[in-house]
């Protein structure tokens, strides 16, 4: 598989309107509070009769100080105590998930994700992966793909030995930027020296995978000092780097309000930026995965990428498409079976809820056939760029060409632009069209074509 990237301004300025990034499909717009607790449980019980492995996601929602570009659901507090407040209701949550889930199916992929989940002390993690294994069947053999999000100044090598203890393999490290000036606008004040140490930790301690976030769009940030923050991350070599783009929406998040328009840079230096981030990683041997994301080629999401394998869903990029996502903490998001779910996003509705011997879910929606054939196709285009015609037909057990009649129709300029090369037997995304997957995914989207406000979402470059 051909897996190279073209940046090509004129189509990106022709293309670069808001739409979803499609960690599901459905979006979560289309969520409801139809779907509680009671729907929830019928859905679980049913995987249970087809089996198959678990994925565990837990949301800690504290963060020490507030980083004003973040759009995350977080909570502000210096106050270390409410997280063993916090910690309290998850285990009893921990307990009424369990008991849903067959003991046989093993949870081969888990994730901390926050807010800041090294918020919480040494013995917290240790208790809270315990009081998981009691409840759920954990893998034991260091082949399952748990992970965690690391705030390098909330962690030390004591910290990195702990999470490998209790048996994370991989971690992500918030980076942002290396620059002071930038890392001032943005109130995260940030040393290279602490973020290396962890880096450091992760390979004594034997983490199979280190991943680098980095942003670009934010206050100050030009071509010349981005490149300098990236040689040096080059430099130390990650197995994934991720590389955001910074959607300014003061509107919808108050933190970025902290943040001065006149302080970010213009559109043009920030796609200067991108391209030179393109042309970096890429000459560095790194391979454009999607959506923001880059890989080693030997790195299991670039091969399962060229073997059509890969898969997407609220935590990103996965290789385990056969999970069930079970969603833990307050605000975080599930897909069992054919359903999503989300917990209450308010502490007080998510603890009222565990008090009260219920699972938190406070909306979610049960999927059509409809949508899962959509999502089948849009989960094909976004992850593997390629979308064959007979492979959904037999799937689904239609005709391609009849059911997507109208999708088709709209597909012409986009072949036109260069952007993917269209034949009877399916859609192969071009290496122009890459950066611009979101545009073609939403074609697709029924809900999009049926009148969802598009300002709901970020621009896709």
């Not at 071509?223 to 780097?241: A, M, N, Q, W, Y």
């Not at 560095?284 to 073997?307: K, N, S, W």
């Not at 605000?331 to 069992?336: F, P």
């Not at 997507?404 to 034949?423: C, S, T, V």
Request: glycine letters at 6%; a negative charge.
């Amino acid at each position: 598989m051909d897996q190279s990237l073209v940046f090509d301004l004129e189509l990106i300025n022709k293309y670069d309107y808001s739409g979803p990034r499609y960690t599901s499909y459905p979006t979560a717009p289309q969520f409801h509070e139809g779907f509680g607790e009671a729907e929830y449980r019928a859905a679980a019980s049913a995987t249970n009769e087809q089996g198959g492995p678990l994925s565990l996601y837990f949301h800690i929602p504290f963060c020490d100080t507030i980083c004003f570009y973040c759009a995350c659901n977080k909570i502000a507090t210096k106050d270390r105590s409410m997280a063993a407040t916090y910690l309290d209701r998850v285990y009893q949550e921990i307990a009424m998930q369990g008991a849903i889930f067959d003991k046989s199916r093993v949870v081969e992929q888990l994730h901390w994700g926050g807010g800041t989940p090294t918020f919480i002390s040494h013995k917290e993690m240790q208790e809270l992966m315990r009081v998981t294994g009691e409840h759920f069947t954990l893998a034991d053999d260091d082949k399952g793909e748990y992970s965690i999000e690391i705030d390098p100044r909330e962690a030390t090598a004591e910290t990195i030995r702990t999470l490998r203890e209790v048996g994370f393999n991989r971690l992500s490290l918030g980076v942002q930027d290396l620059d002071d000036r930038v890392q001032k606008a943005v109130n995260r004040i940030q040393s290279e020296a602490e973020t290396m140490a962890v880096l450091e930790a992760a390979r004594s301690n034997n983490f199979r995978s280190v991943s680098i976030d980095l942003i670009y769009g934010l206050p100050f940030q030009t071509v010349e000092s981005f490149t300098k923050t990236l040689d040096r991350v080059i430099e130390v070599g990650p197995d994934r780097l991720s590389v955001f783009n910074y959607a300014h929406l003061p509107e919808l998040f108050k933190p970025q309000r902290r943040i001065h328009a006149d302080d970010l840079p213009a559109p043009q230096v920030k796609l200067d930026i991108l391209q030179m981030t393109i042309d970096h990683l890429t000459s560095a041997g790194y391979v454009y995965i999607g959506m923001d994301h880059f890989a080693r080629p030997d790195d299991e999401l670039a091969v399962a990428q060229r073997e059509g394998t890969l898969y997407r869903n609220f935590q990103g990029y996965s290789t385990h498409s056969d999970c069930d996502l079970v969603a833990l903490g307050v605000t975080s998001i599930g897909m069992v079976g054919n359903t999503y779910s989300q917990n209450a996003r308010g502490l007080d509705d998510y603890y009222g809820a565990i008090d009260a011997g219920k699972l938190a879910v406070f909306r979610g929606i049960e999927l059509t056939r409809d949508d899962l054939i959509r999502r089948d196709v849009i989960t094909r285009l976004i992850c593997n760029f390629v979308l064959d015609f007979s492979a959904v037909e037999q799937t689904w057990g239609i005709q391609f060409s009849d059911y997507f009649a109208a999708e088709l129709a709209r597909l012409p300029g986009m072949e036109a632009d260069g952007l993917i090369q269209m034949d009877d037997a399916g859609v192969r995304v071009l290496p122009r069209g890459r950066l611009l997957i979101r545009n073609i995914c939403m074609a697709f989207d029924r809900y999009l074509s049926a009148g969802v406000q598009q300002k709901n979402f970020s621009k896709v470059i």
